[in-house]
């Protein structure tokens, strides 16, 4: 549809996706100085945009509303105009609350693509919704989204009204955690199991995840692993209590261990379980040990190396992908921190880029600066946050206000073949063979103990340091009383 010919101009034949960048060209021209759309260019020599007039472009682009110059979308009317007229119809149809409607007409009228919008309410949910809101059945509030259901037409509107200010910011995942929890918890028949399991996710997860909690900026991480464990602690219970008609209080290491050694590994997500428990004075009796991977994934140094210049050089994925992934080949760093990066961590001194991933900003190195830069000035996604308000991201959703989902990096970065996790621990492990360890966790955010642990399986440690630095010197760097 994008590419199909939408208009013959003089001289010229257009797409709709020409047509439409063309007539969101605006400023003055420079034949005639007129104030307006650009949509046209001088010749062939001179590709500078022109007016209407200048270009010889025949038709009417002046919306019969605002006046202002663009595309028509309507009778007569752009699509702000044509979108205004549409949410008055609904919104203003009787309203419970006329101002807080008024206020949401702004706001969705204020996005940069009008037409996103005249799309997106043309499903029927969102016109359910729209009008629930207009008559007061679902209150502008987190909650009351959050009772009308699920749905991307529900995010969307949120992410929307947060950005705007009409709804404060929240913890997303912090809130969908919170329904599935009372949802799990209220699936539950049996006390035995049900009054542990809340105690432990009320008083362990809950309140850990309430105090980390950074509306905006968090990721699903902590919630996933909350969500397994409490998922396996459930089934532990419940095999307790049908297979030795007994609780937690009253189970022993015997029963324990029977359970771990009958089945997956996941079933050692019970450990926290019972740190709690012991805590908490419930089950002091009963002792799991961490569990060590019996492998940690790598890959060669070569493979590495490859990757690294096919993301830099070659074209199997789009630029933000590309750069997500040299992040995390470069600098070991995890998706769920590159998809929350923000503009702010990328800076100039001293003509070079630098980037912000732990203490202090360290250098980026060609030619990855300038796939950075290049990237940090054509960010997708800019259109969605609408009006004059900016996104802070690297890496924008398509959702207003927020990062993308880095679980979507995972998706596409394995798509074309990256193992992830051996990417990772092989670029780390390749740093901390260079660098000292603890000045590798200053400089990408990891703590000591983690780049420890990799020198340890690199094989590297403080002696190595030591021993390069006190290498005996050349025959050239000794003093005449040596030889």
């Given at each position: 549809?994008?590419?199909?010919?939408?208009?013959?101009?003089?001289?010229?034949?257009?797409?709709?996706?020409?047509?439409?960048?063309?007539?969101?060209?605006?400023?003055?021209?420079?034949?005639?100085?007129?104030?307006?759309?650009?949509?046209?260019?001088?010749?062939?020599?001179?590709?500078?945009?022109?007016?209407?007039?200048?270009?010889?472009?025949?038709?009417?682009?002046?919306?019969?509303?605002?006046?202002?110059?663009?595309?028509?979308?309507?009778?007569?009317?752009?699509?702000?105009?044509?979108?205004?007229?549409?949410?008055?119809?609904?919104l203003l149809h009787d309203p419970a609350d006329l101002s807080a409607m008024q206020a949401l007409i702004e706001v969705l009228c204020a996005v940069e693509r009008p037409e996103?919008?005249?799309?997106?309410?043309?499903?029927?949910?969102?016109?359910?919704?729209?009008?629930?809101?207009?008559?007061?059945?679902?209150?502008?509030?987190?909650?009351?989204?959050?009772?009308?259901?699920?749905?991307?037409?529900?995010?969307?509107?949120?992410?929307?009204?947060?950005?705007?200010?009409?709804?404060?910011?929240?913890?997303?995942?912090?809130?969908?955690?919170?329904?599935?929890?009372?949802?799990?918890?209220?699936?539950?028949?049996?006390?035995?199991?049900?009054?542990?399991?809340?105690?432990?996710?009320?008083?362990?997860?809950?309140?850990?995840?309430?105090?980390?909690?950074?509306?905006?900026?968090?990721?699903?991480?902590?919630?996933?692993?909350?969500?397994?464990?409490?998922?396996?602690?459930?089934?532990?219970?419940?095999?307790?209590?049908?297979?030795?008609?007994?609780?937690?209080?009253?189970?022993?290491?015997?029963?324990?261990?029977?359970?771990?050694?009958?089945?997956?590994?996941?079933?050692?997500?019970?450990?926290?379980?019972?740190?709690?428990?012991?805590?908490?004075?419930?089950?002091?009796?009963?002792?799991?040990?961490?569990?060590?991977?019996?492998?940690?994934?790598?890959?060669?140094?070569?493979?590495?190396?490859?990757?690294?210049?096919?993301?830099?050089?070659?074209?199997?994925?789009?630029?933000?992908?590309?750069?997500?992934?040299?992040?995390?080949?470069?600098?070991?760093?995890?998706?769920?921190?590159?998809?929350?990066?923000?503009?702010?961590?990328?800076?100039?001194?001293?003509?070079?880029?630098?980037?912000?991933?732990?203490?202090?900003?360290?250098?980026?190195?060609?030619?990855?600066?300038?796939?950075?830069?290049?990237?940090?000035?054509?960010?997708?996604?800019?259109?969605?946050?609408?009006?004059?308000?900016?996104?802070?991201?690297?890496?924008?959703?398509?959702?207003?206000?927020?990062?993308?989902?880095?679980?979507?990096?995972?998706?596409?970065?394995?798509?074309?073949?990256?193992?992830?996790?051996?990417?990772?621990?092989?670029?780390l492990q390749t740093l901390v063979s260079e660098i000292p360890a603890p000045l590798v966790a200053e400089m990408l955010g990891y703590s000591d103990q983690v780049t420890q642990?990799?020198?340890?399986?690199?094989?590297?440690?403080?002696?190595?340091?030591?021993?390069?630095?006190?290498?005996?010197?050349?025959?050239?760097?000794?003093?005449?009383?040596?030889?």
């Open positions: 549809m994008a590419n199909k010919l939408r208009v013959y101009w003089p001289g010229d034949q257009l797409c709709h996706s020409c047509f439409y960048t063309a007539m969101r060209t605006h400023g003055i021209c420079p034949n005639c100085g007129h104030d307006g759309v650009l949509p046209g260019r001088t010749d062939d020599t001179d590709s500078r945009p022109v007016c209407l007039t200048c270009a010889g472009i025949p038709g009417d682009f002046t919306c019969r509303t605002c006046h202002g110059e663009g595309e028509i979308y309507r009778r007569g009317r752009c699509a702000r105009c044509a979108l205004r007229e549409d949410l008055c119809k609904i996103s919008i005249l799309t997106w309410k043309r499903n029927q949910q969102v016109l359910e919704l729209l009008g629930g809101i207009n008559s007061g059945a679902i209150s502008l509030t987190h909650d009351g989204l959050t009772a009308a259901g699920s749905g991307r037409h529900i995010d969307h509107l949120r992410s929307l009204l947060q950005h705007h200010g009409l709804l404060p910011q929240r913890d997303e995942h912090l809130a969908r955690f919170e329904v599935w929890l009372a949802a799990k918890i209220d699936a539950i028949d049996s006390p035995t199991v049900r009054t542990p399991v809340e105690q432990f996710a009320t008083w362990h997860h809950l309140r850990r995840l309430r105090s980390e909690s950074r509306p905006g900026q968090s990721s699903d991480g902590p919630k996933r692993s909350a969500k397994q464990e409490i998922t396996e602690t459930v089934k532990f219970l419940t095999w307790l209590e049908q297979t030795h008609q007994c609780t937690v209080a009253d189970c022993t290491q015997q029963d324990v261990d029977e359970y771990l050694a009958s089945g997956p590994t996941t079933r050692h997500l019970i450990r926290t379980f019972f740190i709690w428990a012991k805590k908490s004075k419930i089950n002091v009796a009963v002792q799991i040990g961490f569990r060590d991977a019996k492998t940690s994934p790598t890959i060669t140094q070569d493979q590495r190396l490859a990757w690294l210049k096919e993301l830099l050089t070659g074209d199997s994925e789009s630029l933000p992908y590309r750069v997500a992934g040299v992040l995390l080949l470069l600098y070991a760093q995890p998706l769920t921190k590159i998809a929350a990066l923000q503009s702010t961590a990328i800076s100039q001194a001293d003509g070079e880029t630098r980037i912000a991933l732990g203490k202090d900003p360290i250098p980026v190195p060609e030619p990855f600066a300038s796939q950075l830069n290049y990237h940090l000035r054509h960010r997708p996604n800019l259109r969605t946050t609408g009006g004059a308000v900016g996104t802070p991201w690297l890496f924008p959703s398509s959702r207003p206000g927020r990062h993308i989902d880095p679980q979507a990096v995972m998706m596409r970065l394995r798509g074309v073949g990256i193992n992830l996790q051996g990417a990772r621990n092989t670029a642990k990799h020198a340890d399986l690199a094989g590297t440690t403080w002696a190595n340091y030591a021993s390069s630095r006190n290498a005996a010197p050349s025959r050239s760097e000794r003093t005449d009383g040596s030889n």
